[in-house]
């Protein structure tokens, strides 16, 4: 591990006891809803909380703070390896804390991604913003199905409210593929409020045909049965973005989907997955999800989020710092489940 600090100097640190295997494991646990459980395939393996095994490897920075090339409430911008880029580092303990609550933080993808961030110059929120929310048609047989409902849609009442303004919302049956291409993409803030699909360590997928939003297709909510059995037509895969040429300059990506943020190390050493495939597609900065997330807890968190950052006019970082700490005072299972990648100005 190495730091590029804003001294200029590049600072290397003492590498951490803790094999590239471990953190493979550790990646399959980081809901922290089910520590301290006992692995569903395998009831001998008691799951272990990942905030304080994978403590070390943030507490190894602690030299660079005894010198003060690190300080308190700095920046830290990181691209994870492997499996290490699916790990919160927002929750891991610093010195006993979780690394929020002493840094701000953001995700990138790699050494050309944080170059071209940088070589661009920092923009407030974009005014203007298009929504997607497509429930799964099972959605709607839930006994909670209001609630539910009003969760998916309160991220996007929060941006009428906000930027005063009614852009436009595409829900339902109208929240397909065909009407992402018919929009102007570029720099405004896009909301999808959908499910998410990845494929798991345990299963045989390529996440760059195999991972996505879930969208509604042909006039129809999508289904989780027909997805699940391989019907991809409706989802938005890194394939699908990349074949129909999407064009997401300078747009802020909010994703509510779970396991939105998750990827796998392509053969080129690439960390595909949907982010890997909007970035590729010029989005400026993209919110996404480690794990399945609760609809109630994704919409106070992107409620939060949004109010920071365009009411209070804080940066990406501080806004999504903010939103973080407030899920967390309020004691949210799903506090550190989303991630900030790409630009944090």
């Known amino acids: 591990m190495v ?182 993409l570029c720099d405004k803030i896009i909301q999808f409020s959908t499910h998410g699909i990845f494929p798991l360590q345990t299963e045989i997928g390529n996440p760059f045909e195999q991972s996505g939003l879930v969208l509604a297709h042909n006039g129809e909510l999508p289904d989780s049965d027909a997805v699940g059995s391989g019907n991809l037509e409706g989802v938005l895969t890194p394939r699908t973005i990349l074949d129909l040429n999407l064009d997401f300059n300078e747009s802020h990506l909010s994703l509510t989907a779970c396991v939105s943020g998750l990827s796998k190390e392509g053969i080129g050493g690439d960390a595909l997955g949907i982010e890997w495939a909007l ?17 109630e807890s994704a919409a106070r968190f992107f409620e939060c989020y949004y109010t920071h950052w365009i009411k209070e006019k804080k940066s990406r970082a501080k806004a999504y710092s903010a939103a973080i700490k407030t899920l967390n005072e309020e004691q949210s299972p799903d506090w550190a489940a989303f991630s900030l990648t790409g630009d944090w100005r």
């Open 3 to 184: 730091l590029a600090g804003k001294d200029g100097g590049i600072h290397a640190v003492e590498a951490v006891e803790i094999s590239r295997i471990a953190i493979r494991d550790a990646s399959k646990y980081v809901d922290p809803k089910h520590w301290g459980e006992p692995d569903e395939v395998e009831p001998d393996i008691i799951i272990k909380n990942i905030s304080e095994h994978l403590a070390p490897l943030v507490n190894a920075l602690n030299p660079l703070v005894d010198k003060g090339v690190l300080k308190p409430g700095d920046h830290i911008c990181y691209s994870g390896d492997d499996h290490f880029s699916n790990i919160p580092l927002q929750y891991l303990l610093f010195n006993g804390k979780p690394m929020i609550h002493c840094f701000t933080l953001s995700r990138i993808q790699n050494a050309s991604h944080l170059v071209e961030v940088l070589s661009r110059p920092a923009r407030k929120a974009p005014r203007q913003f298009v929504s997607f929310i497509a429930p799964l048609k099972q959605d709607t047989t839930k006994e909670n199905w209001d609630e539910i409902n009003q969760n998916f849609h309160k991220p996007t009442e929060c941006l009428k409210q906000l930027l005063n303004t009614n852009d436009p919302v595409y829900k339902n049956q109208s929240a397909t593929i065909s009407q992402l291409c018919r929009e102007d």
């Open 279 to 295: 970035i590729q597609k010029g989005a400026g900065s993209i919110l996404s999800s480690h794990w399945f997330v609760s609809a």
